[in-house]
């Protein structure tokens, strides 16, 4: 069974460009749940989704934004990025959202210049 | 609301020798609580986890975590550490309910060295 994809692995974005990453969870999973790791904040929950919906949502600007797909598959988007978007983005993927185990993929990381 | 605590941002041990890392919680519920490791430039790796079942959890790797209600714990312990072990590891919990916040709380990580 494979695990939960992320695209693209690496990428360098500048200044007040945007940024879409994708993340293809695990066959049969219908909730994702998206991560932001830095050296100075560590890890940070940016959102989850849930059928295509939007459940949760953390402590980030409107720039950030997300979306699922009928197939669970999601998407998150930066707008406008900014120097200390530079992270390591992680999604994660569960059956659903009552507290089964999260499966993590490798991350996407975003460098901005 | 719910916090994770991890008492060590670093430790050191030597080959062979017991490894342990400390983890305490805080939640309004009965929390689910994992331990994950994440080698460089990896993403995270599942190591066990607590889902109200048994109190002590084995896991990947030789790894086995208790819980302990009282002193609102998870320590992660390894009874003989090997190189491979060298690694951040992040103790997490997930609170169903409250204010509908079903997101993960993460530890701020303690990072494993491993001398040989």
């Known amino acids: 069974k494979a695990g939960v994809t992320q695209t693209p692995r690496y990428l360098i974005k500048t200044r007040g460009q945007q940024v879409t990453l994708s993340c293809s969870p695990i066959?049969?999973?219908?909730?994702v749940s998206w991560y932001q790791q830095t050296p100075g904040q560590g890890l940070q929950f940016l959102f989850e989704?849930?059928?295509?919906?939007?459940?949760n949502k953390g402590n980030f600007p409107g720039r950030f934004s997300g979306r699922q797909f009928s197939n669970s598959r999601s998407e998150m988007n930066v707008s406008t990025l900014e120097l200390g978007d530079s992270a390591l983005y992680l999604c994660a993927s569960s059956i659903d959202s009552s507290g089964n185990t999260i499966y993590f993929g490798e991350g996407s990381w975003l460098t901005v210049v | 609301a719910q916090s994770v605590t991890q008492l060590d941002s670093h430790v050191s041990v030597s080959e062979g020798t017991p490894v342990l890392l400390r983890c305490n919680y805080s939640s309004s519920y009965s929390p689910s609580l994992f331990w994950y490791v994440q080698h460089p430039n990896k993403g995270l790796q599942l190591l066990l986890k607590?889902?109200?079942?048994?109190?002590l959890v084995k896991g990947i790797n030789g790894f086995e975590a208790e819980f302990k209600k009282s002193e609102t714990s998870f320590h992660l312990t390894k009874p003989s550490a090997h190189m491979s072990d060298a690694a951040e590891y992040f103790c997490v919990v997930r609170t169903p309910g409250d204010t509908g916040r079903r997101a993960l709380t993460f530890g701020s990580g303690t990072r494993l060295q491993v001398q040989p």
């Open positions: 607590y889902t109200s079942a048994a109190t």
């Open positions: 066959s049969g999973h219908r909730s």
């Open positions: 989704y849930f059928s295509e919906t939007q459940r």
